[in-house]
């Protein structure tokens, strides 16, 4: 079975950093894709970044890239998700997911509310 579980939300003034961590089981990480996702209330899901072994390396969203950063540690079983600089507008719940390819989502956790105030 798989699972993922969020953890490490919270509450920040803008220009904070927060540290997302996805713990989670039922599958390797060196066949599939990890990925976080966020929703924002009254917006689409939005892809936020992904790692898979597949594609050589981290990929970003244009909203993030420069200021977030997807870790893995196999070893734990863990996922994070490394957050600098964060603005009001990524105010959303984050997931972390994961599929057979970035920017498909098979299974994801509860979600993890991060609110970036101004």
């Known amino acids: 079975e798989v699972r993922l579980v969020e953890s490490g939300g919270g509450f920040v003034q803008a220009g904070g950093s927060l540290r997302l961590s996805c713990a989670t089981s039922g599958f390797t990480f060196h066949d599939n894709a990890i990925a976080w996702f966020r929703r924002a209330p009254g917006k689409e899901r939005e892809g936020v970044a992904c790692?898979?072994?597949?594609?050589?390396?981290?990929r970003y969203a244009d909203s993030v890239r420069g200021r977030f950063f997807i870790s893995s540690d196999p070893a734990k079983n863990a996922v994070y998700l490394q957050m600098d600089n964060l603005k009001p507008e990524d105010t959303a719940v984050y997931y972390c997911?994961?599929?057979?390819?970035?920017?498909?989502?098979?299974?994801w956790g509860q979600g993890t509310q991060v609110t970036v105030s101004s």
């Open positions: 997911a994961v599929s057979d390819r970035c920017w498909t989502y098979d299974f």
């Open positions: 790692l898979s072994s597949g594609i050589g390396g981290p």
